[in-house]
């Protein structure tokens, strides 16, 4: 079993930066692919990044490519998304996940079934 925690989340200027942890447990954490959805009031949650099992291979929605950067170090069992050039279109919960599958490429369309608790992103104007 994963267990996921966030955090790093906050109030943040348009144009801000902020950067996520995502703090795992268990004995195979650092076999399955990680990934960082959102979810904004009102809206479905969605992908934003992923990250291969071996962090050898990343995934992002178009809408943060170049602003985001999903990493992560398997000997401190944690997954980091470093936030930068942030915008009011960001605001929402982040949720850390991990596949269900071992040895996953961290893909949008990978089968997440663990989840964390989610940490609040929010940009002001």
């Given amino acids: 079993q994963v267990q996921l925690v966030e955090s790093g989340g906050g109030l943040v200027q348009a144009g801000g930066s ?12 650092s076999r399955y692919a990680m990934a960082w959805f959102r979810q904004a009031p009102g809206k479905e949650r969605e992908f ?9 291979r990343t995934y992002y929605r178009d809408s943060v490519e170049g602003r985001f950067t999903i990493s992560r170090d ?6 980091y998304l470093q936030m ?6 960001d605001t929402a919960v982040y949720y ?17 079934t663990n989840w964390g608790q989610g940490t609040q992103v929010t940009v002001s104007t």
């Fill in 84 to 89: 930068n050039s942030l915008k009011p279109e």
């Fill in 96 to 112: 850390c996940a991990s596949d269900v599958f071992a040895n996953g490429l961290g893909s949008p369309t990978a089968r997440y």
């Fill in 48 to 56: 934003v990044a992923g990250i291969m099992w071996s962090g050898g």
């Fill in 18 to 29: 902020l950067r996520l942890s995502c703090a795992g447990s268990g004995q195979s954490f």
């Fill in 74 to 79: 398997n000997a401190k069992k944690m997954v």
